[in-house]
């Protein structure tokens, strides 16, 4: 990456001169899972070589039409097989069973594809998830939909 310097002079005005390179390089070794500051811990493998660490939400209560901004978690586990990109869907589970699709707006995965993921590496996906209008007044649990067997797994 280019090394930049810049300096304001006057209304706004930016001068910006390169002055070298610099190479960033993966870590020798990745901390463990434990090191993420999930709130609510899930630890499981949703595909083959990738694990859901946890979440966090950074609200507790939302409003129909309202953004639920989250933060979900994720480890790259050592596999023998190619990985595959990570397509998931998140769900709002009533005490029914009945669950509500969210339409989410990821911020990582069209940046940093899973297939790519080196093992070790952990991952942080900022988003946001649009409550659905009609939804009812009520408790929920935040669940995810795998993009392969279509599974939900409770967060």
């Known amino acids: 990456f280019p090394v930049t310097i ?17 190479e960033v390089l993966q870590p020798a070794q990745f901390p463990p899972s434990e090191a993420l500051p999930a709130a609510y811990r899930a630890e499981r493998e949703v595909l083959n070589g990738i694990n859901f660490v946890g979440w966090d939400a950074y609200v507790a209560q939302v409003r129909p039409s309202e953004s639920l901004p989250l933060v979900l978690y994720w480890q790259a586990r050592p ?10 869907s998140l769900v709002l589970v009533a005490q ?9 707006s ?3 995965l069209p940046r940093h594809s899973a297939e790519y993921w080196v093992s070790g590496q952990l991952m942080r996906d900022s ?19 795998d993009g392969l067997g279509g599974d939900c797994h409770r967060a």
Not at 79 to 88: E, G, H, I, Q, S
Not at 136 to 141: A, K, L, S, V
């Open 96 to 104: 029914n069973g009945e669950q509500f699709p969210l339409s989410v």
């Open 79 to 88: 596999t023998d097989a190619p990985r595959v990109p990570l397509d998931y």
């Open 6 to 22: 810049g300096y304001a002079e006057g209304a706004g005005a930016t001068l910006w001169r390169t002055v070298g390179t610099v």
């Open 127 to 145: 988003l946001r998830a649009s409550i659905p209008n009609d939804m009812e007044q009520g408790e929920y649990e935040l669940g995810g939909l």
């Open 106 to 108: 990821s911020a990582m």
